[in-house]
């Protein structure tokens, strides 16, 4: 028996037209605790997938040896089956259940007739609990305990599996400082009851506190496997980040003008936890002509400040004030927002950017349709030409306008959001991840759209996870962390490691 | 994720696919295949009334029973009109059939019990279905009730509301004036003839405008580009719903003339038809059923039109409630039983999506008409009214697998 608990050997894995995975190869000792560490993208969740058998046998190249054994994984119950447990980002819980129940989902502890024995789940679920430590009653439901507590009851659930490997995908991501470095602790417990886990994480100093090796992925490849003795920040950050970055962004030579849009002191919370600040006293400003990218990690408050901007959508107690060319505006509702010259382009295209059931034409059209209509009817032909414009402007690969959305691939349903927000004419365009799940080909164009559109004066925020892509084709970044700004860098001071610094930097408490 | 990774799947994914050979017949027939896609609902209509019209013996299609036809599905029209764009914006109505028998007694009120003139009585009762629907537009919309729990309560309050104003009693008889709404014909103005020339006249005026709009659609298009339908198909298509109509006014003309409720059909699928084909409130409307979200960030004021919606609803659910008083010549408290049944399924047979964002007025007209030859052929042939429920419970769960099923064969989800 070698001390291998686990070898994925040479796993590559393609999605149609992308790469995700190529010849990964990954050793996890047994009874260590191992990080995987990589950017957004990197690859480390889909080789999480393929382990877990969401991505089951056949769907990849390469073998997993697990307990010095070849194994073929159809589905996740077949990985369980033998030990793994993957606990995702987003929990998977029923919040109306009780915890025991949550624990027991799909393993339910039957007694006579085949029906369940209460006492038997309660007093089992209490006993996972101790080992977690976790002081609730197993009967409280899930609703009703916070986040950090939710995040214990997963790993409760995955010990009443017998796990012997556990998987966790950024385990603290939504957790508050006290939950985090309870999880920390319990993960080093388990690994003295000789439980082996991965943790997937890109906050460093939890790595470092406990990690016994760290893997790092970059492009779906592996870069290094580092043993604790040696793991440094500066060495995994280079890692992670250490990249050809010429040609894979068009030439940008800045005309920058007057303050075209500053924010001052905006403060956002939580839209169901008023008590929670979500963003803090963000204070931005945007020139004409600038491209100006706002980068964080995970849940550092990006997309939630650009949305509570934007008429409001997103949070709730929203106070700050606006100015745009020095006079403050209101952006309360999106119609007022747009009307004062804001415009925002969503992450989630496919959730809050597109009416995929609709065509290219109405799609294009929707924010815009008092500049197409008089006495409240639409000019249908107007439309169709103003749509047919920006398909062959921007090069929006469809046979014509009257093509679904919904058909379309993600970088022309990009296309597709971007001509609508083009065609409302806005001062300041709020690009947020403008590049996710588009191949690379498709990320060029939209460079270069978005540095036409500073080179007619507009103001561009750029917001990504990309650390690359922002400092591919922006002249001005800052740095957003824990929803507050913790820092700006000119093009030319910034590099991946000053910016990660700035965005890890945690509040002074 | 390299730079070597070039856009191919791009090309394919967005229309690459198959090039057929540009002549005039490939073209007319993907025309042909397009269109009979599209207008698969209007077919299946087709195919209705040709089966019935062959059972029956020609029953079906006498004058008298098309004029019969039209009057007695009118108020499923009408409620069918409002239904739909409920359901496009990804609601439900389920309360159309009591505010239906509320109006109505309440329309008895006015015109019998007070004495009202017959058009202040129509007049007042429109408002209340007016206020019913703010009612209920303010619970879904600014409280955000969900419409199946606003309506299913509505379907309650109001069927009571409508005994409580009853009380307990049939109202009748309405003035000539009101059943005129229901039971009335537009004829006799050029004295009693064989033919009523009124009808035909109307039926050609019909006919005139809509070929003049369908060539200035036409030609609009090309003015600006867009691909147009070969000029042969556009003309037979035009010729065949010439003849359809011709048809259809003829034998009306040879029995009554025109009823006075297809006359406001007409109007109301005219109105219905360009607000939403062509207004800005129509595409707020499709906007929001299709991705509400979406529709939020685009600056639509998604409650805003919610609620018109729901008011909309309401005074089409009176107006649905006069016509059925009207016909009846009674105000009673089994009145609308069961109309949102019918003007739900009417919409889904015409092509609605359950899950919104999709559905027309056209559609839902002829899947009302559908139901409509449905009930009549039925009833000609002496079937129980036990199987003709049976026989429309069944078409319309086909109806909606037939979508749900070319959907998926389409790739969509």
Not at chain 1, 212 to 218: K, L, Q
Not at chain 2, 74 to 91: D, E, F, N, P, T
Request: aromatic share 6%; proline share 3%.
């Amino acid at each position: 028996m070698t001390t291998n608990i686990l070898e994925m050997r040479s796993i590559t894995k393609t999605f149609p037209g992308v790469k995700a995975l190529s010849d990964v190869t990954l050793d996890v000792e047994r009874g260590t605790v191992h990080a995987i560490c990589g950017e957004n993208g990197a690859g480390k969740s889909t080789l999480m997938k393929v382990l877990s058998g969401v991505y089951g046998h056949g769907t990849y190249a390469g073998d997993i040896v697990f307990e010095d054994e070849t194994v073929e994984f159809k589905d996740i119950r077949d990985s369980e089956a033998k030990g793994i447990v993957i606990i995702h980002q987003e929990l998977a819980l029923s919040p109306y259940l009780s915890i025991a129940e949550n624990i027991f989902l799909n393993n339910e502890q039957t007694g006579a007739f085949g029906l369940i024995d209460w006492n038997k789940t309660n007093h089992e679920a209490a006993t996972l609990l101790a080992r977690v430590g976790l002081k609730e009653n197993p009967t409280t439901k899930i609703l009703d305990i916070g986040v950090g507590k939710q995040q214990l009851v997963e790993i409760a659930k995955a010990l009443s599996k017998r796990v012997k490997l556990l998987i966790l995908d950024e385990p603290t991501a939504a957790l508050n400082d006290e939950d985090s470095d309870h999880l920390l602790d319990l993960i080093l417990h388990l690994k003295e009851q000789g439980i082996t886990s991965i943790i997937i994480s890109h906050k460093l100093n939890e790595i470092k506190k406990v990690a016994d090796t760290v893997t790092v992925i970059r492009d779906g490849k592996t870069i290094e496997t580092i043993q604790k003795t040696d793991v440094t920040e500066e060495r995994i950050i280079k890692d992670m980040v250490g990249r050809d970055l010429e040609h894979r962004y068009p030439d940008h030579t800045p005309n920058i003008g007057e303050e075209i849009l500053r924010v001052e002191d905006w403060t956002a919370h939580h839209p169901q936890d008023p008590t929670r600040v979500i963003v803090d006293e963000v204070s931005i400003n945007v020139r004409a002509g600038e491209i100006v990218g706002i980068a964080g990690l995970m849940g550092a408050g990006r997309t939630e400040f650009a949305m509570s901007l934007f008429g409001h959508s997103y949070g709730s107690r929203i106070s700050g004030k606006v100015f745009k060319r020095g006079v403050e505006i209101k952006t309360r509702t999106v119609s007022e927002a747009i009307k004062n010259g804001l415009a925002y382009a969503t992450e989630d295209r496919k959730h809050y950017g597109l009416n995929l059931l609709e065509d290219i034409k109405r799609n294009i059209a929707l924010a815009s349709l008092d500049k197409l209509s008089s006495n409240g009817l639409v000019n249908d032909n107007e439309e169709y030409k103003v749509a047919n414009g920006y398909r062959t402007s921007m090069n929006i690969k469809a046979p014509n306008v009257l093509a679904k959305t919904g058909k379309l691939s993600g970088g022309n349903q990009q296309k597709v959001v971007l001509s609508k927000w083009i065609y409302a004419d806005p001062d300041v365009l709020i690009l947020d991840e403008p590049t996710r799940g588009i191949d690379v080909g498709a990320k060029y164009e939209i460079y270069a759209i978005i540095n036409a559109l500073a080179a007619e004066g507009k103001g561009i925020i750029v917001i990504s996870s990309e650390l690359p892509e922002l400092l591919g084709i922006c002249d001005r970044i800052y740095a957003l962390s824990e929803g507050r700004i913790t820092g700006q860098l000119p093009i030319e001071d910034a590099n991946p490691e000053s910016l990660l610094k700035l965005m890890t930097m945690e509040k002074p408490r | 994720m390299t730079n070597t990774q070039t856009p191919v799947t791009e090309e394919t994914a967005a229309g690459g696919g198959v090039r057929l050979v540009e002549n005039r017949f490939t073209s007319w027939l993907s025309h042909l295949v397009s269109d009979l896609g599209k207008n698969g609902i209007f077919i299946a209509l087709l195919a209705v009334v040709l089966f019935f019209a062959v059972v029956t013996d020609g029953i079906l299609l006498r004058p008298q029973n098309i004029s019969n036809l039209i009057v007695q599905n009118g108020y499923i029209l009408v409620l069918a009109i409002g239904m739909v764009m409920i359901i496009i914006a990804g609601h439900i109505d389920l309360s159309v059939g009591s505010v239906a028998a509320f109006v109505g007694a309440c329309s008895g009120v006015f015109a019998v019990s007070w004495g009202l003139p017959w058009w202040l009585a129509v007049v007042l009762s429109l408002g209340i279905g007016a206020l019913v629907g703010v009612w209920q537009g303010f619970w879904i919309a600014y409280v955000g009730i969900p419409a199946f729990i606003v309506t299913l309560a509505g379907m309650l309050i109001f069927r009571g509301l409508a005994l409580v104003v009853l009380g307990n009693a049939n109202i009748g008889s309405f003035p000539t004036e009101y059943r005129a709404l229901g039971n009335g014909f537009l004829s006799n103005v050029f004295g009693d003839l064989e033919l009523d020339p009124l009808t035909l006249i109307i039926a050609g005026v019909a006919v005139v405008a809509l070929i003049v709009q369908q060539f200035r659609t036409r030609t609009g298009r090309q003015k600006y580009g867009q691909d147009v339908e070969p000029i042969v198909w556009f003309v037979a298509k035009l010729v065949l719903i010439a003849v359809a109509i011709g048809f259809f006014a003829y034998a009306l003309a040879s029995y009554k003339g025109i009823p006075v409720t297809l006359i406001v059909l007409a109007v109301l699928v005219l109105i219905y038809g360009i607000i939403m084909n062509r207004s800005v409130f129509g595409r707020h409307v499709y906007a929001i059923g299709g991705n509400r979200h979406a529709a939020e960030l685009s600056g639509i004021k998604t409650r805003k039109t919610d609620f018109l919606l729901f008011v909309n609803m309401g005074v089409l659910a009176a107006l649905a409630g006069l016509i059925f008083t009207a016909r009846l010549n009674l105000a009673g408290p089994k009145a609308g039983d069961g109309f949102e049944l019918e003007a739900i399924s009417a919409a889904f047979i015409g092509g609605a999506a359950v899950q919104g964002g999709v559905g027309t007025i056209g559609g839902a007209i002829i899947g009302g008409l559908i139901i409509g030859v449905l009930n009549n052929g039925m009833s000609i042939l002496g079937l129980g009214i036990e199987w003709q429920q049976a026989v429309k419970g069944l078409v319309l769960l086909l109806a909606v697998a037939f979508d749900v099923y070319n959907k998926r064969r389409s790739g969509g989800k």
